[in-house]
């Protein structure tokens, strides 16, 4: 397969950022159990994640392709290499805070590098696309994969005094390691993104510039609300199935991981369909379901007796269904990030990557501090009620960016 071994390093790489960049969830739940941290302060942990991201993203997307793809991609798995191996050496929230923070940046650099290459590796925007989606996939079977890691330790951990939850970050300093030993030995021809003009200060002022077009406008608030439905459910679901479902904590962080399931099982699914149905309606359809299973769902989760749950066989119907809100919420990210992406030039790529990734991240945090707020002054049930808000938005959202969508390729087609 062409470009098989670059593939398969951009596929590694976005694994490791996957559990890293959704483990704040559970790290949240063991901060507030073992260093008596309250849900509001806990929140502050996507911020840290979050703003890092846009921050770095602001920052640096206009000058990632003068410094190289690859460059960034070894910077950025280096960084988290050495995060990985502080935690458990230091432990605590501070340091937590200072992970995050190391892991958004990385994330930053990882991401507008790896969406940008996919245009090297992909012949058309069908290709495109689909690789797309592939990427998106493969970064939800690691945020499933990074559930049932942290609740194999947590679980370990509540029968033993050598081990901790935080020797999880050793296995993840040798996944990080793997994933640099094998893009270090792969090539990258990125001769076609050179910039057209040797001052970083232009190429920051055309990244900036995209924002004059209405179709980057709406994409822009299409992304920031589905990034925070995402990131809501995601960074609360532990606490969620903990404080409301009554769950054991080791059950709480492993059951999450149908979340993840479910959106990696949507986004292969989203691909496929949409091949034969237009992607709006597939779109639609798929936030109207999801507000339908909020609707359905929570009302069952009320009135669990705590310590009634003691293992899995107890395990209530709600928490198994709960989480598959992920299938529909799946095929809606990489579907308006790469219609976006296809619509531009190679060399314009970074700078659109770069504003995805700020808005995405301010929609992440967003949503997780809301989140955070609510369960903290009224309740769990109340906190995810709330998610309903940005879904209809989302709904509405879509109309607009599918019309300005199509008249941004009838503009490009005349002018070419």
Do not use: C
């Not at 054991?248 to 292969?268: E, F, H, M």
């Amino acid at each position: 397969m062409k470009y098989w071994k670059l593939k398969l390093s951009l596929i590694i790489n976005y694994i490791i950022f996957a559990i890293l960049l959704n483990s704040v969830g559970v790290v949240i739940l063991q901060v507030i159990n073992d260093f008596g941290v309250n849900p509001e302060s806990a929140s502050v942990l996507e911020a840290w994640k979050d703003l890092s991201i846009a921050i770095a993203s602001f920052l640096l997307a206009s000058y990632i392709p003068r410094f190289g793809y690859k460059r960034a991609m070894i910077t950025g798995l280096s960084v988290v290499i050495i995060g990985s191996i502080m935690m458990p050496l230091f432990g605590g929230f501070a340091m937590s805070q200072m992970l995050f923070a190391m892991v958004g940046v990385s994330f930053a650099l990882i991401k507008i590098s790896v969406y940008s290459t996919v245009s090297l590796v992909t012949d058309n925007a069908n290709e495109h696309a689909s690789f797309m989606s592939i990427l998106e996939g493969f970064f939800m079977i690691g945020v499933l994969s990074g559930f049932w890691l942290f609740g194999f330790f947590i679980d370990i951990a509540n029968s033993s005094d050598s081990i901790t939850w935080l020797d999880t970050y050793w296995v993840l300093a040798g996944i990080g390691a793997m994933a640099l030993i094998l893009l270090l030995s792969t090539e990258l021809d990125e001769s076609s993104i050179k910039t057209e003009t040797d001052n970083p200060l232009q190429d920051f002022k055309d990244m900036i510039g995209l924002i004059k077009y209405a179709v980057v406008i709406f994409f822009i608030l299409g992304a920031f609300l589905y990034v925070y439905i995402e990131q809501a459910i995601n960074t609360w679901l532990p606490t969620f199935n903990y404080q409301v479902l009554q769950l054991p904590d080791a059950i709480s962080v492993q059951i999450t991981s149908i979340y993840a399931g479910a959106l990696a099982a949507g986004r292969i699914l989203g691909g496929y369909v949409m091949k034969k149905l237009n992607w709006f309606y597939v779109l639609q359809t798929s936030l109207i379901m999801a507000s339908v299973l909020v609707l359905l769902v929570l009302p069952l989760t009320i009135g669990i007796e705590p310590g009634s749950i003691t293992g899995w066989a107890e395990v209530p119907f709600a928490a198994y269904v709960l989480p598959a809100i992920g299938l529909f919420l799946a095929p809606i990210y990489p579907t308006l990030s790469s219609s976006i992406l296809s619509a531009l030039p190679k060399n314009r790529q970074s700078g659109m990557t770069g504003l995805i990734v700020i808005f995405s991240a301010l929609g992440g945090t967003s949503g997780s501090m809301v989140t955070g707020f609510l369960f903290g002054r009224l309740d769990g049930q109340t906190a995810f009620y709330f998610t309903l808000v940005p879904l209809v938005l989302l709904f509405l959202i879509l109309i607009p960016y599918r019309r300005k969508r199509e008249q941004f390729d009838l503009n490009n087609k005349t002018a070419e």
